[in-house]
């Protein structure tokens, strides 16, 4: 029988009127928790506002409001233990840090049920991965793209999924990402002084601050909206100029929304190279590129983007860890191609 676990939630600055919406913008995406999950929560009476029990989903919130939920924890994992090769960076009894290859997705989905991290991950872990991440997502406190590649931390426990978990919500977790970019980020262009939401720190650091929600008309996108989102905060400074026309980017995340990176580079003119969903296809002046590395813009296949390091306090021993992965060799020889 599935163990019960109990969840508070503060509802936050400007939250949507009626309850539910305010439960998927403020419920951490940690927790596991579906918008179609919190909806069955609401109508099973494992929702509480303020220590009194709710009226139905279009009740009305304000900003502190603190929700209780009660819900039962994951029940046996559907996923079947697959035979897959991991990149394993770290691991001890508590956790596992992977680097995840590109193509591979984080957990089972209807359209992907075999092949994923969890499925090679119940394999090489057997019976030792945390059953709190809801169905289908033992151990998971964090996800990157099927398209993107890098470092992933996985819970081997309970205890360190409770610990990393609250260190994501809390934003803790220090992120890198390796990023190439159509245009180059900079604070002396005047374009983005128009930009809402985008402003420059010190050594010319992109910093863009939005709220984030779902697409108005396409449910697998995120967009920018400035009212009703999740608050989301990238940073991106420039590694490498190339002629004008692309960069190598740094960006490094402050909170860690749903595609995040992908739309606030977009967002702000700088889509990433071979980012179908959000980045879309530019034509690059022949005069400043060459035609072999052109085609390789034109033909990169996945968003040129890596998780590139990771940080956080391991959450039994208290010491602090930090891993990195270097770039893979499909974006290394893009950048070698865009270099000359």
Same mark, same amino acid.
């Given at each position: 029988?599935?163990?019960?676990?109990?969840?508070?939630?503060?509802?936050?600055?400007?939250?949507?009127?009626?309850?539910?919406?305010?439960?998927?913008?403020?419920?951490?995406?940690s927790?596991?928790?579906?918008?179609?999950?919190?909806?069955?929560?609401?109508?099973?009476?494992?929702?509480?506002?303020?220590?009194?029990?709710?009226?139905?989903?279009?009740?009305?919130?304000?900003?502190?409001?603190?929700?209780e939920?009660?819900?039962?924890?994951?029940?046996?994992?559907?996923?079947?233990?697959?035979?897959?090769?991991?990149?394993?960076?770290?691991?001890?009894?508590?956790?596992?840090?992977?680097?995840?290859?590109?193509?591979?997705?984080?957990?089972?989905?209807?359209?992907?049920?075999?092949?994923?991290?969890?499925?090679?991950?119940?394999?090489?872990?057997?019976?030792?991965?945390?059953?709190?991440?809801?169905?289908?997502?033992?151990?998971?406190?964090?996800?990157?793209?099927?398209?993107?590649?890098?470092? =992933?931390?996985?819970? %081997?426990? !309970?205890?360190?999924?409770?610990?990393?978990a609250?260190?994501?919500?809390? &934003?803790? $977790? /220090? *992120?890198?990402?390796?990023?190439?970019?159509y245009?180059?980020?900079?604070?002396?262009?005047?374009?983005?002084?128009?930009?809402?939401?985008?402003?420059?720190?010190?050594?010319?650091?992109?910093?863009?601050t939005?709220? =984030?929600?779902?697409? %108005?008309? !396409?449910?697998?996108?995120?967009?920018?909206?400035?009212?009703?989102?999740? &608050?989301? $905060? /990238? *940073?991106?400074?420039?590694?490498?100029?190339?002629?004008?026309?692309?960069?190598?980017?740094?960006?490094?995340?402050?909170?860690?929304?749903?595609?995040?990176?992908?739309?606030?580079?977009?967002?702000?003119?700088?889509? =990433?190279?071979?980012?179908?969903?959000?980045?879309g296809?530019?034509?690059?002046?022949?005069?400043?590129?060459?035609?072999?590395?052109?085609?390789?813009?034109?033909?990169?296949?996945?968003?040129?983007?890596?998780?590139?390091?990771?940080?956080?306090?391991?959450?039994?021993?208290?010491?602090?860890?930090?891993?990195?992965?270097?770039?893979?060799?499909?974006?290394?020889?893009?950048?070698?191609?865009?270099?000359?």
């Amino acid at each position: 029988m599935s163990d019960i676990r109990r969840l508070s939630v503060t509802i936050g600055p400007n939250p949507p009127a009626r309850l539910d919406k305010a439960m998927a913008r403020d419920v951490p995406d940690s927790a596991g928790l579906s918008r179609s999950r919190l909806a069955k929560l609401i109508d099973a009476g494992g929702v509480t506002l303020n220590g009194a029990p709710v009226d139905g989903p279009r009740m009305k919130v304000a900003e502190g409001d603190v929700l209780e939920l009660q819900f039962a924890e994951a029940s046996e994992v559907e996923a079947r233990p697959e035979d897959i090769a991991l990149d394993v960076v770290f691991e001890d009894d508590a956790l596992i840090v992977v680097n995840k290859p590109v193509g591979m997705v984080v957990h089972p989905a209807p359209g992907t049920p075999s092949g994923t991290l969890v499925n090679a991950l119940l394999h090489h872990c057997g019976d030792s991965l945390s059953g709190i991440g809801g169905e289908k997502r033992p151990g998971i406190v964090h996800r990157i793209d099927k398209d993107t590649s890098g470092l =992933l931390v996985v819970a %081997k426990s !309970d205890k360190a999924h409770t610990g990393l978990a609250a260190q994501f919500e809390k &934003h803790t $977790v /220090t *992120r890198h990402y390796h990023a190439l970019c159509y245009g180059v980020p900079d604070a002396g262009d005047p374009r983005l002084r128009g930009v809402r939401g985008a402003s420059f720190e010190a050594g010319n650091i992109l910093k863009m601050t939005t709220q =984030l929600a779902r697409h %108005k008309t !396409d449910r697998q996108k995120q967009a920018v909206v400035w009212s009703n989102g999740r &608050h989301a $905060v /990238t *940073r991106a400074r420039v590694v490498e100029d190339f002629n004008g026309v692309a960069a190598h980017l740094e960006c490094w995340l402050e909170t860690g929304r749903t595609h995040q990176i992908r739309v606030h580079m977009a967002y702000a003119g700088f889509g =990433l190279i071979g980012d179908q969903t959000y980045g879309g296809r530019r034509k690059l002046p022949a005069k400043s590129i060459t035609p072999e590395a052109a085609d390789a813009v034109s033909a990169f296949p996945r968003q040129a983007l890596h998780a590139a390091s990771l940080g956080f306090v391991h959450p039994e021993s208290g010491a602090q860890m930090q891993f990195s992965a270097e770039m893979p060799k499909d974006m290394c020889e893009l950048a070698q191609k865009l270099r000359l």
